[in-house]
């Protein structure tokens, strides 16, 4: 596999407490749960092109029960994924 156009990286390393506060910060409307919107501007912010499409690969891959967001529980799963962009969290 050719690595495309999509994996652009970052290099940014946040300690995990940080991240989840992070993440829980664009939670905009404030239900608890990550939209694909709320997580398009997120990664947006930590200055990853085609955010839209990776919050839709994100959201593909963590979403474990289906209800389409990111609840609190899913949020270690997607901790793991961003990491392969680049976006490192330390315990
Ligand atoms: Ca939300
Ligand atoms: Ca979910």
Redesign the pocket.
């Known amino acids: 596999m050719s690595k495309g156009w999509c994996w652009q990286r970052v290099e940014a390393t946040f300690p995990e407490n940080q991240m989840k506060s992070i993440f829980r910060a664009f939670d905009t409307n404030g239900d608890g749960?990550l939209s694909r919107k709320e997580l398009k501007v997120c990664f947006k912010s930590f200055g990853l092109r085609f955010a839209g499409f990776r919050a839709w690969r994100a959201i593909r891959h963590v979403?474990?029960?289906?209800?389409?967001?990111?609840?609190e529980d899913?949020i270690d799963e997607l901790i793991k994924y961003v990491s392969k962009w680049g976006i490192i969290v330390t315990p």
């Open positions: 749960k979403d474990a029960n289906g209800d389409g967001m990111i609840g899913e």
